[in-house]
């Protein structure tokens, strides 16, 4: 059985993240193992956390989105980071495309939703190499 996905949500509207958390409930693969309204703490809730997502609303990455977005992805378990936005950030694409994981419009059908936090968990884990066995000598 595979380990559930770590969620950390970051959402200013009370009301949006009450939704999320009551949708994300019914899951049983994904757990939301923080939540913050504040984009000051989203580090320090990051890196308490070490949730496996972190999803966010765009206006919490403040002033400088290419700086707080590779803090966040800095932390120990270097989180997929799915940003939550309402209008096209393309102009905004380029510049953090390293550090971001998709985009999310909030109008997203929930069901949709999910299924991008799992692909986004998916990414992030690193395949395993078989074993190092030396091949036995031809004799």
């Not at 009301?15 to 757990?31: C, F, H, N, P, R």
Request: proline share 8%.
């Amino acid at each position: 059985m595979n380990p559930r996905t770590k969620l950390l949500i970051a959402q200013p509207d009370g009301a949006k993240l009450v939704s999320l958390l009551l949708w994300l409930e019914q899951y049983t693969d994904l757990e939301v193992v923080g939540t913050t309204c504040s984009g000051d703490k989203l580090t320090d809730c990051t890196s308490f956390h070490l949730p496996d997502v972190v999803l966010l609303d765009f206006s919490l990455l403040a002033q400088d989105p290419p700086a707080a977005t590779a803090k966040i992805k800095s932390v120990a378990s270097a989180p997929a980071i799915l940003v939550m936005h309402e209008s096209d950030i393309a102009p905004m694409e380029s510049m953090l495309s390293k550090d971001l994981d998709g985009y999310i419009n909030p109008k997203l059908a929930l069901s949709e939703l999910t299924e991008i936090i799992r692909k986004a968990a998916q990414k992030r884990v690193v395949p395993m190499s078989p074993a190092y066995v030396p091949a036995t000598m031809a004799g």
